[in-house]
């Protein structure tokens, strides 16, 4: 929606625009050079104020990209890299390089927004191209001049085709190739691609939307700054930056120990009415002074100075949901830390160093800390710690995600059971043993790295083993192992959904008793942190990237082992060749047997033949009173609408394998809002470890529906309305899925694709259904994965 106080220019206005631009279409840079003087990479280093000029970024235009542009351009996968959801963003412009880039050899230079360079002038030094006209300020010149404008009235001029479904011509891949033309390769790039303009793929923006983005851009693009801290978010952070810069070494270890845990959050205080996120970083300058930034590659990295400082700073981008990870900063959070981290009795006898053997161990550089409280920092909050894995920027692609089955349940031990001494012992001896892929850097040789982890994998599991066997002759495992959250903490049971290129996490048991399920404990959270977040980097190499790959193979099968070791001992290996058919031999040993193994009997007494879904039964019982159930269709209270959803989630079968990963569906009914719900597809798998060769793994027949109230996922694949009266016709369509000529004729009925005429009016009224956490700001999801069938 518009904001009132912009004027409105006629149509008639833009269409003369429009016709005065394609004039200009065949202009290149050094007849730019003549109308408007050579490009300064400085303009909009100091952008101009919007006093006068009748239009505002915050007010007027980041709404506007936001719902338009930002769905799209956002995070490390933006097309071309530009990140529309921040003036920085805008400045910067474009890259030819991609950030994923699976088959690099050397690790790239990071272009982290905010962190890697500061003013345009200095990204274009980085190879960045403007989408602003960086010419001499010529009102509608700096429409010609841009890249931004030039994109958005293509796509006037060259509108969708009238057709349901776009043709081949249109590239929706993952990988597809990019081309990120300059304004002075433009006029080329639209001849040839005429279809190609903005918003890619979609309908174009309405002529009001058009007149916002054209004042803007005449009156040279003008910025008024990030809104300002308001006095309660300036005391809560004085607050925090002295509880984080304190001089005492437990105070300073602690403060380390944190941020290499919550860089990538977004931290809201829970005072702050607003809900205005803030990250924590480390800085050059103490408290009270302007935050320097200090740039590595990893959180853990020397940072060039003899002290760092932890600062918080606003976050600057629009909040999206690929990337949103939520985290409070509250008294209780605040009292909790001094509980774990100073209050109790050890001692610091020298800070850890930055050397990468010591930083990339946490077992190593974190070793004085007791790991009880370490353990519990993490679980006090485990949803956010897991969704640093899921939607960390490791978390992309096919190759990433085939590492996981597509929904599997997860609990963790209980820190209050067990040896605390006996695990810190454990954790010394094997410190040696739990070193990460990550210490090679962004440059790590292909699989020589990784078979040196192998073989330290295969002796801590040794060890382990034996200590878990010892310790069971005391005490055998049993339901009372697994953390039951205080019973007031819903942290204590997640479910990951994997949705074949991403992946989604959410609290509570969510769906069916899945296939597989994980038990995580202290050392198998910390090292899946450091594995996947702290040590990961995106601008790796491939050596990097596949090594990460291959080393979490090893931590889903430790989470896997502490699951299976609660069932009956005859039962253990029936089910992990259950869940790993057609694996090798070597693979299920790892699981389960001669490499990991656990030699006592469960406590738990069972008393039926399928002690898995028992097991399943027991835990969802055990944890009731702190289970999490805003996606259980339990929710819905329209018994009738309820009942319909539920024969929905019963269909099963190969169907399900013509259905996209995430479906967005809305139900319409008469004086009602619209209610919406989410479809995700659990495709049945024989076993995840293999890599390039899923598709063998596939078992259609095992593929499952689950559907849940709300919006569960970042990248929808496709919408669905429906009036409620045509649930039943819904459910059999997709039960009787046997081609795509079938789906072809689901999606007539019932889709809102892409090339629909109102696709920004349902989209818009989807936006305003999900909303943001509390009373804070939206969080958008991500259309780049939208299917085109």
């Not at 009173?625 to 319909?644: I, N, T």
Request: glycine share 8%; aromatic share 10%; proline share 8%.
């Amino acid at each position: 929606m518009l904001p009132a106080p912009v004027t409105m220019k006629s149509t008639l206005h833009l269409l003369l625009m429009a016709a005065w631009l394609a004039g200009c279409a065949t202009l290149g840079g050094s007849s730019l050079d003549t109308l408007h003087g050579p490009a300064d990479p400085a303009r909009y280093d100091r952008p101009v104020t919007p006093a006068g000029t009748g239009v505002s970024w915050r007010h007027d235009v980041q709404p506007l990209l936001e719902r338009r542009c930002v769905l799209c351009h956002a995070c490390y996968d933006a097309p071309c890299q530009l990140k529309l959801g921040a003036f920085d963003g805008v400045a910067r412009g474009t890259s030819k390089e991609r950030v994923y880039n699976s088959t690099r050899l050397r690790e790239a230079a990071p272009t982290r927004l905010g962190v890697d360079a500061g003013a345009p002038s200095e990204w274009r030094s980085r190879g960045f191209s403007p989408v602003l006209n960086e010419r001499s300020p010529a009102g509608e010149g700096d429409l010609a001049a841009s890249v931004l404008w030039r994109a958005l009235a293509l796509k006037q001029d060259h509108p969708l085709p009238a057709t349901p479904v776009l043709p081949d011509s249109f590239d929706f891949r993952l990988d597809r190739k990019q081309s990120c033309p300059t304004i002075e390769e433009y006029p080329d790039y639209a001849r040839n691609f005429p279809l190609a303009g903005m918003p890619y793929g979609l309908p174009g923006l309405a002529d009001a939307e058009l007149t916002v983005v054209a004042q803007w851009l005449a009156a040279g693009a003008p910025y008024e700054g990030p809104p300002p801290v308001t006095a309660e978010q300036a005391r809560e952070i004085a607050r925090w930056e002295a509880f984080f810069n304190g001089d005492a070494p437990k105070q300073r270890l602690m403060a380390r120990y944190v941020y290499e845990h919550l860089f990538l959050g977004h931290l809201y205080f829970d005072t702050d009415p607003d809900r205005r996120p803030f990250r924590l970083v480390r800085s050059r300058t103490p408290p009270g002074e302007p935050v320097s930034i200090i740039a590595t590659r990893r959180p853990y990295e020397d940072p060039g100075v003899a002290r760092p400082w932890y600062r918080l700073v606003p976050e600057g981008e629009v909040l999206v949901e690929k990337t949103h990870m939520p985290y409070v900063l509250s008294g209780e959070r605040m009292a909790n830390y001094r509980a774990w981290f100073l209050e109790r009795d050890y001692a610091v006898g020298e800070l850890p160093s930055y050397e990468t053997g010591v930083a990339a161990n946490p077992f190593v550089a974190f070793r004085d800390i007791p790991p009880d409280s370490r353990y519990r920092f993490l679980l006090d909050e485990a949803e956010f710690f897991v969704m640093n894995f899921i939607k960390g920027p490791v978390c992309r692609g096919q190759l990433a995600l085939d590492v996981i089955q597509d929904r599997f349940w997860v609990f963790f031990a209980d820190p209050d059971v067990g040896d605390e001494g006996a695990l810190a012992e454990l954790l010394a001896r094997q410190s040696e043993n739990l070193r990460l892929p990550a210490e090679w850097g962004g440059n790590a040789p292909v699989l020589r790295a990784w078979r040196e982890y192998a073989r330290l994998e295969q002796q801590y599991l040794a060890a382990k083993s034996e200590a878990l066997s010892a310790a069971a002759t005391r005490r055998p495992p049993g339901l009372d192992m697994i953390w039951d959250g205080g019973g007031v903490n819903p942290n204590a049971a997640l479910t990951v959904f994997r949705h074949f290129d991403s992946a989604s996490v959410t609290r509570g048991l969510v769906g069916e008793p899945p296939g597989t399920a994980w038990v995580i404990g202290y050392p198998l959270f910390e090292r899946i942190f450091y594995l996947l977040v702290a040590g990961y980097d995106v601008y790796g190499n491939l050596g990097h990237q596949l090594d990460s790959r291959l080393y979490m193979d090893f931590l889903r099968m430790e989470g896997e082992f502490l699951f299976i070791s609660l069932l009956p001992e005859a039962a253990r290996v029936p089910t992990r060749d259950r869940w790993y058919r057609g694996a090798s031999d070597e693979v299920k040993e790892q699981v389960y047997g001669s490499k990991a193994f656990l030699n006592a009997e469960s406590a738990i007494g069972y008393r039926t033949a399928d002690p898995q879904a028992e097991l399943f039964a027991l835990l969802r019982a055990r944890l009731a009173p702190v289970l999490d159930r805003r996606h259980d269709l339990d929710a819905v209270d329209d018994a009738g609408l309820r009942a319909g959803l539920a024969a929905l989630a019963r269909v099963r079968g190969p169907a399900l394998a013509h259905l996209p990963e995430t479906v967005f569906l809305r139900v319409d009914e008469a004086g009602l809002p619209a209610r919406y719900f989410t479809l995700l597809r659990d495709t049945g798998h024989s076993n995840v470890s293999t890599v390039f060769r899923e598709t063998a793994a596939l078992v259609p027949d095992e593929n499952a529906l689950v559907v849940v109230p709300g919006f569960l996922g970042a990248y929808p694949n496709a919408f669905y309305r429906i009036d409620r009266d045509e649930l039943p016709a819904l459910v059999a369509a997709i039960a009787g899925l046997r081609s795509e000529a079938h789906y072809a004729a689901l999606a007539d009925r019932f889709a809102i694709r892409r090339t629909d005429p109102s696709f920004w009016r349902w989209s818009d009224e989807l936006l305003q259904a999900r909303g943001g956490p509390g009373d804070g700001p939206p969080v958008l999801p991500d259309y780049g994965r939208l299917e085109n069938r």
